[in-house]
């Protein structure tokens, strides 16, 4: 645990532990860092074994997902058209880790622009699982979580659009917390689409993650959805869970689940009631609308945040420079990927003339729907429990010519950022000998409920005990 590390740390050497995490990537098949910030991280951790002081991640080394901007590190979304952009100001959660003695030790590979499920769609190549070389660690915080897993970082940062810290902690076996929409700033976050994604730890346990987020969350007067709820998470999360209700929605059982998923789930609900808890079935009837209102949102935010970059200023410059509409139309030909390029047409087309209200003012009102879905099911329980993933982590390839068959592995993820909830996934088990999810939700700003069962959970069961053999 990070409680731990920061004390071993404080008495030895955080110069000598960062040699060996660097050590480590050297060696590693893994793939997932785009840039490590080594002579940086060495000299903050030579200061600090010169005059160490007692922050809450003092000494602590942390990867960050390559679209959370830091000062003086680039910065590039694993998107060519960003190769070389050096960012000169920090995100407010790094200014915050830095507060708290933190050390930025590198920037981790991602699905382009955070669009994906796979981290396939890098222009660094694929990040792979440490469980199994040849699959995917998930999406698009794939790097943050291998990373994590595989011991070459002690935790991370990723950002969460649609379940993109999540899906990776599932398939990696640790844990990944998305917040609720607007408990962390987004500040220094790339935008891809601004009203589903919030930045979130991956950790190793539970109650790093809440340590993580006593850090990271809080107002930021810079972004003006963020909200003043500051609370002591770490404080939070020990006690009992009995009395806690439980929901367990039909809709995320069934058809399309993996047996040994659904399996896993079941047992880990199955630990919860032993441990105190009461659990009965409830419906979120517009589940089935979910992932298409979803695509259409995000996509039509993504084609308006995206049109900034033209490489005119920043980032990718091709050849000598004609008109406008030619250069820029090549620059952005060349910088991004096929993946990105299809999710701006679409949300172009979404938000054009004639077809916004069929399209993306349809999409808002059915995550209107989804939302109440949330409400009315969370006044009959405190917690509602599912699998984070339909399926443990699929193979490298296998999905990635198939944008549809992609997206459906969100199916279960995507719901939470409409809503703008919080939710959790943790390892409950394993699957062919990969790595299974258990996904829990709360209401809106109840993160301490959230860890606290989610702890309970983990303290009864070994399964954040194992960690992967290839790397």
Request: neutral net charge; aromatic residues 8%; glycine residues 10%.
């Amino acid at each position: 645990m990070l409680t731990q590390l920061k004390e071993e740390i404080l008495s030895g050497s955080a110069e000598e532990y960062l040699h060996k995490i660097f050590e480590r990537i050297e060696r590693s098949r893994l793939n997932a860092f785009t840039t490590l910030a080594r002579e940086s991280a060495l000299e903050a951790a030579r200061e600090f074994d010169a005059r160490p002081w007692k922050g809450a991640l003092a000494g602590i080394p942390i990867a960050i997902k390559d679209n959370i901007c830091t000062k003086g590190i680039e910065t590039t979304c694993s998107s060519r058209i960003l190769r070389g952009f050096v960012p000169p100001y920090d995100a407010h959660v790094i200014e915050r880790l830095k507060a708290e003695g933190a050390i930025i030790m590198g920037k981790t590979n991602m699905d382009e622009f955070a669009m994906g499920t796979s981290t396939e769609t890098s222009c660094f190549g694929p990040t792979r699982n440490p469980w199994d070389l040849e699959r995917v660690p998930g999406g698009s915080s794939g790097g943050s979580a291998a990373a994590v897993a595989a011991g070459e970082a002690p935790c991370a940062l990723g950002s969460d659009t649609g379940g993109s810290v999540r899906c990776p902690a599932s398939f990696c076996g640790i844990v990944g917390l998305k917040p609720t929409y607007g408990l962390v700033s987004r500040y220094g976050l790339i935008a891809y689409a601004n009203s589903l994604e919030q930045i979130g730890p991956l950790t190793k346990t539970v109650e790093d993650a809440a340590l993580l987020l006593d850090v990271i969350g809080g107002h930021d007067p810079r972004d003006s959805t963020s909200v003043a709820s500051e609370k002591n998470y770490l404080n939070s999360i020990f006690g009992d869970v009995r009395g806690t209700r439980i929901g367990v929605p039909q809709e995320y059982f069934g058809e399309g689940v993996d047996p040994g998923v659904e399996r896993a789930v079941w047992d880990a609900i199955s630990v919860l009631e032993g441990l105190g808890a009461s659990w009965k079935m409830i419906s979120l009837p517009h589940t089935k609308y979910a992932l298409p209102a979803y695509y259409i949102i995000a996509m039509s935010e993504a084609s308006s945040n995206l049109a900034r970059f033209d490489g005119l200023r920043y980032g990718l410059r091709v050849g000598e420079d004609r008109d406008w509409h030619t250069t820029f139309s090549e620059i952005r030909a060349m910088g991004f990927g096929k993946e990105t390029k299809r999710r701006i047409l679409l949300g172009t087309y979404a938000l054009s003339a004639g077809y916004y209200g069929r399209y993306y003012l349809k999409a808002l009102k059915v995550r209107t729907l989804i939302r109440r879905d949330f409400e009315h099911a969370l006044k009959e329980v405190d917690i509602i429990a599912s699998p984070t993933m339909p399926f443990p982590a699929f193979r490298i390839g296998e999905r990635i010519t198939d944008p549809l068959s992609l997206y459906m592995s969100d199916v279960f993820t995507v719901p939470i950022n409409l809503a703008g909830i919080p939710a959790i996934s943790l390892p409950c088990g394993f699957s062919d000998g990969l790595p299974v999810g258990l996904q829990l939700m709360s209401r809106p700003f109840e993160e301490g409920l959230l860890l606290r069962v989610a702890n309970a959970y983990e303290k009864a069961t070994p399964y954040h005990l194992r960690s992967p053999e290839v790397v």
